[in-house]
Each structure stands twice: as C-alpha cells, then as structure tokens.
C-alpha cells in the first residue's frame, strides 16, 4: 500500500478514477483464490469498500418494494438497510421486530438454522455464515436446503460470508460450493476481519452473470449500474492492499492472523465453559455467543461491563432472537483476553 | 466497464424476483462510463491511433509527495502495534474533520462537528439521496452533472423519461448562455431539494455572489434543502470574487448542504475522499436536524472512508501541502486557459474555463452526439456531448482540462486543424 502511495507521485505510476468495477488484476486474483474450481469468473466480482457498504448498494439494489428474510439474530445491517429503503411496516415494541420482515429464528434448539418448511417465500433471503453474532457456520447439508429453498421460491440469497476464513472444518466457505447456487445468489465478502483492513476500507460482491430478475435481466447489470452511479470504485491504495493479501506470503500472514484471532476465541470459550456457561459458535467465528438462560441481555451487558469493565454485546441488539444471550468478540491484543478472561472468572465464579 | 450480458435463453433459471423499477426507468447507462466505451471501441477500430482524452474529468497529475509520503507513512505504520488502526469513526477522523472546518471554511462559522468524511462526492450524492427518501421533489440545473438525476431516477423520485431524456417529477432549471446560467427562479416551481453544483459541471460557470444571495433566498421562502456541489471550489481565481463555498452567503447555514471532494482538488480520483456539510441549523420541517438522520445513514450504510486516503487528506491541507496542490491545479487551470483560446481562434462560442477545468463549446445547430463523434473521428480526441448532461446541454461540447500540459497542447493542434 506504501509503494502504491508512493507511486501517485510519479507520471508513470499515477493512476486517476479506477474501473468501478474493480481493479482487473484484483478480480482477477480473488476470482483465482476463492472461487477457482466454483466456476465464479473474474467478471463476476465487484470490488468495494466492505460488506456493509455493499449490503446497502445491495438494497438500492432492489428497491422498496423487495421483501427480506433474515436470520435471527442477525447482523443489524440487513433490517436497518431494510427499514431506510421502505421495504418494512413500522416497529413492532411487543415482539421488537419490523413489520414485512421474516425473521427465521436460530437458536441452539435449531442447530442455529432455520426450519425452512415453516419460513413464507420472500423475496430476499439474508444469511450470514459463519455467522455474526452466533458464530454458528452452515453445514454443506444445510447450505444445500438453502438454495433448494430459494430455487423452489424463486428468491435471492444474499450470502455474506465474512468470516469463511475463520472456519476450522469442513463446512463451506463460499456459497457457490452448493451446486444451482449461482443461480440464487450473490455472496459479500471483506478483507475486514482476515487483513485488518477494518479502517482500510476493501471487499468483494460476486454477482454471477447466471442470476437473472423475473423478467430475465440480469442482476449483475443493474447492480453495475448501482456502482457506477451511486460508487466510484474502492481506494486504488486500499485495492494495492487487497492484491498483496492474495499474494502467497499474503493469503499466509491473513491466515496467520486468523489463527491469532482464533487462539483468543479459545481462551474465552474455555473461560465461560470452566464457569459453567453454555457457549456456541467459537469453532468457525471470532464470535462467542453466550447463553444466560432467563436473563435480560442488556442487563447482562451492563452487569459485566459495570463489574469488570468489560464490553460486550448484548444478543437482543441482533434481533429478539438473541434475548438471553451475549457475545463475546474474540478481537483484541492478547494480554487484553487474557485479562478479560481473569476478571470474567472473578465476576463469575 | 461493459458486461457481455447476452439476452438470456429461455432454459435460463430466472428468480421470481422483479426487477427494481426504478432501475427500468434509467434511460441508459451512466454517462461517464458510456463514454469509456466509445473511448474502446475507437481504440478498437484505430488500435495505432494516439487517443487524447479531454472527456472524462478523470485528473492526470502525480500527487504532491507531501500527500502521497502522508498516505505511505500511515499505510507502513498500520503493521505496527502503536499505529494500528481499525474502524475509525463513520464521520472520519477527527484531525481531519476539523482542518477542513478550520481551513476550507475559515470564517465561515463551520463546526468540526458538522463536516462528514466520505470517499467521495458521487457517493455523498447517492447517500443524501437515500436521505431524502423516494417522496422528495428535485430541481437540477440543466445541464447538470448526471449524478443527482440518476441517484434520484435510482431512489424512485421520479417517473419515467420523456424523448427529450426529462424524468417526469424534476425541475430543470434551464442554465444557458442567455440567462447568464442562472436560472430565472421566479419561474422554479418549489421543490424540496435543489442541486447546484458551482463551478459548474459542465458548463464551468461559477456563480456570482449577487447569484448565490438569490439562490439561498429562494430557498428560504420556498422551504426547500440546496445541496451544493462545491468539487470544483478550488479553481475558482481569487480575483472573479466569486463564492467557493454556500456558506459564504448569510442565511445559509439554514438551508444548505455542501458536497466537495478532494477528487479534482489533490487528484484523488482513485484514492477516493471527500466530504459533505450539513449544519446543526438544518431542520426537516418538523424540527428534527437533518444532521442527525445523515449520521445514521453514515452509521448503516457506509463504514468510513479509507484510513489511509484520510491521512493523506490531511496533509493536503498543510501549509506545504496546499501550496504543492496549487502548484497541480494550476497546471489545468492553464491547461483550460489554452482550451478556451484555441476554441475562442476558431471563432467559436466558449464558456467556462476560467474558473474551472471545464470548457463548454457551442456548436449551434449540431447534435452534439454528432460533434464528439466528428471530433472523435478526425482528430481523436475524447470530449463528452452536452446532451449527456439534460437536453440543455443540446448543442454544446465539454471539454476537460486535465491532461499533461503536452497532451493538451497537442489536442488543440488538432483541433485547430481539424475546425479551421
């Protein structure tokens, strides 16, 4: 990212507005890293400046008249994005949902994924894995209900797998692994959580050419338009960036990095667990998702943080469904979990 | 860039799900990148040719090393622990945020508090859009840039285009020659957002004092938001007296909203920053500030502008900064000077240039598709056609000024050559 800097300086090395699409040569290399037998092509992926920002050039996308399923809990983007657009009835207090969103509970009793038999049809299916708060990473067995759900419904899914490079077994990374998904959906990806480049600002939307409206349009070309209207294309230095990620010392020091963040979710999950705590997620996600049965969680939110001077979140920020629950982020310098572990033991013990 | 979607095969697997309207309603592609594909397709038929492009007001000059040294400082220290840095806050840094409060409106009263990072003004366009919701009224200039129609096509405030290329539900505002470009307001009717972009794109006015007191009034009474595109600012010549910034003009902390971008100000166009103005004294009519409703579109749907181009912003503003930046924009302010008396020796009709990188040539009679096409053909050179802009641009060429100064100078030989 220095060199691409300093390179602005030069004539040969400057570079003015970049193709809104991407630079050719970073689709080029997340296609080849991250899709390469998945039959996703360069031409497919949309670079941008993070999932979030996605998700609401996602939303304009489809406009107010979309219906949304999402998971619940789930990551708030998708709901609020949801609200601004027009797509939802007013705020519900007694049941704390929108009215005209579906919200598909996960919980533990479910294996954290829903019972599709029982979920109407809308048009737009969010689904987060691993998953943001819960932690809890689809199976291939469960993936493949998903897009057989949306085919039989004919809807979209909006697969965001941010966090794909924190799983540790055999469940899918990428959406496009279930065979017929390019047809239903469209995956949102980050640098965010590998790379660090939360501040840096780079990730990735695929939209195969195979996904078409009703009236046979397809997608990606009105998602192009979007981003040629509404976006000018993420940092050419941040997009320098996202190329050296993918380069073989790269993909090693992201993964590196990964597995760091991986070794402090593991100091939290044994801390809850020696206490008592039943726990979920962890194993594929920087996320722990902790129960406490009965319990308000925005008083458990101010408990922990009054008594220990520790943030967390509470679950019923990601929807009713995670009332009773806290999660627990596994970022931080390691002196910092391994203190937060010590006074969590002492809070709890 | 241009997708090879071919028309599907009815085999095809198509969702139940409909296409967005709105997105229907969009006449055709985005302007700019239209004009990159026939920029290809030229360089397809004449692959030896030395394309010049005046069209795209893409900027061409390195970056002052001040800037870019700030930028690869920050970028090496983001591997270290002290300098690591992650989300920054939606509204940008804070440092940042008040040198642009401190030194782009000096005097002028603006709060750190007020001003919002963003990755750019096109984005800031888009975004203020989602603001105000599908239920607003528009008025344009016209010709305008593209942006505030598309966005408003996109966010559904309009009906369909008529063949003049109208959208049903926007005030034009006719800016020609005649009238100055100004629009004559007392024939506007109220509409409850009003874009004014000043310099203009594309037509390279900048508006007058006396001008902008009538804007900021009609405003006023009429109850209405001016968003004010202010990208340009910094080719305004201190002598024309002309306004850089809204805020310039008495009441108008209460009306406006300021877009401005460091785009064509430091040759951010790839490294993408900018900001946008909205003071605490904006209130929608029932009193809430419309700040705070930006701030939680900021907060949704946008993450913050890079951290890096951020860094790099701030050295922009330094002293040193400045001054090398100066150094670049007059390389195209000179670059439009050069323009506007090669148009100007041929006898044609020029405006614009003197206080922006846009030059805007009248061809009366001539479709102005007809004349970037001619252009294009007999000299290659790239311009855009003013029709691009609203069917007030009907008969008028831009051109852009950014370019090496070598570049420019050998496409005006050509269009001497080619005009005589």
């Known amino acids: 990212m220095a060199e691409r800097a300093h390179a602005l300086s030069t004539v040969d090395g400057y570079s003015g507005y970049g193709a809104e699409q991407g630079e050719k040569k970073l689709r080029a290399a997340v296609a080849a890293t991250y899709y390469a037998d998945l039959g996703i092509e360069e031409t497919d992926i949309f670079v941008s400046d993070g999932a979030k920002c996605d998700i609401s050039r996602l939303q304009v996308l489809f406009g107010s008249n979309a219906k949304i399923a999402v998971q619940d809990p789930s990551y708030p983007a998708y709901v609020d994005s949801s609200v601004i657009m027009g797509q939802t009835g007013l705020y519900q207090e007694d049941v704390q949902k929108y009215g005209n969103i579906e919200y598909m509970r996960c919980s533990p009793e479910n294996g954290f994924f829903p019972d599709l038999s029982s979920v109407p049809r809308t048009d737009i299916i969010f689904f987060c894995s691993p998953n943001n708060p819960t932690g809890a990473a689809a199976s291939r067995e469960q993936l493949t209900q998903l897009v057989k759900f949306a085919k039989d419904n004919g809807s979209i899914i909006v697969y965001d797998s941010a966090y794909a490079m924190y799983i540790s077994d055999d469940s899918p990374k990428s959406i496009f692994e279930i065979p017929g998904a390019k047809e239903v959906a469209i995956e949102t990806a980050s640098f965010s959580k590998y790379a660090g480049f939360t501040g840096v600002r780079l990730g990735w939307t695929v939209v195969p050419k195979e996904l078409l409206f009703s009236d046979g349009h397809p997608v990606a070309k009105d998602f192009n338009r979007i981003v040629c209207t509404c976006f000018n294309g993420a940092s050419n230095i941040s997009q320098a960036g996202g ?83 806290v999660r627990v982020s596994a970022f931080g310098h390691r002196e910092n979990i391994i203190e937060a572990a010590r006074r969590l033991e002492q809070l709890y013990k | 860039m241009r997708l090879t979607c071919t028309i599907s095969d009815p085999a095809s697997w198509r969702t139940s799900v409909l296409r967005n309207p709105n997105m229907e309603k969009l006449k055709k592609g985005y302007l700019f990148p239209e004009i990159g594909i026939k920029h290809e397709e ?17 900027t061409t000059e390195p970056i002052p090393k001040i800037v870019t040294s700030a930028m690869a400082e920050y970028a090496l220290a983001l591997s270290t622990p002290e300098g690591y840095q992650g989300y920054g806050p939606e509204k940008g840094h804070k440092n940042l945020r008040k040198a642009i409060a401190d030194k782009v409106y000096s005097g002028m009263g603006i709060k750190e508090s007020e001003v919002f990072i963003s990755d750019g003004a096109q984005c800031d366009i888009a975004r203020l859009q989602m603001l105000f919701g599908s239920n607003v009224t528009i008025a344009v200039q016209d010709p305008t840039f593209p942006g505030y129609v598309d966005n408003g096509v996109i966010m559904g405030q309009t009906g369909k285009a008529d063949d003049g290329g109208k959208y049903a539900g926007i005030e034009y505002m006719r800016c020609a020659p005649e009238n100055a470009f100004f629009p004559d307001l007392s024939r506007v009717r109220r509409t409850d957002v009003i874009f004014f972009c000043s310099p203009n794109n594309p037509t390279g006015h900048v508006a007058s004092r006396e001008q902008l007191r009538q804007l900021v009034d009609f405003a006023r009474r009429n109850g209405s938001i001016v968003v004010f595109d202010s990208a340009y600012s910094s080719y305004v010549s201190a002598c024309s007296g002309a306004p850089r910034s809204i805020y310039e003009i008495p009441g108008a902390r209460e009306v406006a909203i300021e877009v401005s971008s460091f785009s064509k100000f430091a040759g951010f166009t790839g490294v993408r920053l900018g900001w946008a103005v909205v003071p605490d004294e904006l209130l929608y009519s029932d009193g809430s500030p419309v700040a705070r409703d930006f701030d939680r579109i900021v907060c949704t749907c946008f993450n913050g502008a890079s951290s890096i181009a951020q860094a790099g912003g701030l050295a922009c503003l330094s002293e040193e900064g400045s001054a090398a930046i100066q150094g670049v924009i007059g390389v195209y302010k000179e670059n439009a000077r050069v323009l506007v008396e090669t148009f100007e020796s041929l006898g044609k009709e020029v405006h614009g240039g003197a206080n922006s990188p846009y030059v805007w040539v009248r061809f009366p009679g001539r479709r102005s598709w007809d004349v970037f096409a001619e252009i294009l053909e007999k000299t290659h050179v790239i311009t855009v056609p003013g029709s691009g802009f609203g069917p007030g641009g009907e008969g008028f060429i831009r051109v852009s000024a950014f370019g090496s100064k070598d570049r420019v100078l050998e496409a005006c030989e050509r269009l001497k050559s080619f005009l005589a």
Not at chain 1, 285 to 296: D, E, I, Q, S, T
């Open chain 1, 243 to 325: 190329l050296g990620c993918l380069s073989p010392e790269g993909l090693k020091a992201m993964s590196d990095v990964v597995g760091f963040y991986k070794e402090n979710t593991k100091i939290i999950v044994d801390t809850f667990t020696s206490l008592g705590f039943n726990v979920y997620g962890a194993k594929n996600a920087p996320y722990v998702w902790v129960h406490f049965p009965g319990r308000n969680s925005w008083d458990v939110f101010a408990e922990i943080l009054e008594k220990a001077h520790l943030v967390t979140t509470p679950g019923s920020g990601f929807g009713p469904g995670g009332e009773g629950f």
């Open chain 2, 42 to 58: 030229h360089l397809k038929k004449y692959p030896h040719a030395k394309v010049i492009s005046l069209g795209i007001g893409d």
